[in-house]
């Protein structure tokens, strides 16, 4: 479904330009709509700013930092439960760095999403990828993304 993956790049992108005047230590988190981090490669990733898109079944979560790095996945589904890429219509996860984009779909990569929370304003959850590169973006090598957390008001 090639829906899903261009409105998620939309959304990180929109994420990305948010931009935050916050710290730049990775372990401060100053969001005011909750937490959203993770380990890219073994490193920390505090999103600064991050909003959560939900409307007909589709979710869509991005977070960015000050260091210009953008982090987001979406999926399709209702109620909590666990969302593999691959195996669930529209499950993907994404991220850019310095112009360069990653991700997982059901052409490439791996992970899942773990939603424990969804109310009509909350979304809670864990995440975990292995995102490909994005040739035409100059990516090279894969993105590692673990101990990944959300906690989200919208």
Known sequence: MRLVPTAALAFLALAAACGSDGPTDPDVDDLANGSFSARIDG?????????????????????GNASGQTLGFAWIGTGTGTFTIGTTIGTVGTHTFS???WS?????????????????????????????PDAASGATGTRTITQGRFDLTF
């Open 99 to 101: 112009g360069k984009t």
């Open 104 to 132: 997982a779909s059901s052409a490439q990569g791996s992970g899942s999403i773990v939603l424990t929370t969804r109310t009509s304003n909350r979304v809670a959850g864990t995440f975990s990828f292995v995102l490909q």
């Open 43 to 63: 490193n920390n990733f505090n999103a600064t700013a991050a909003a959560v898109v939900s409307s007909g079944g589709l979710v869509s979560i991005g977070g």
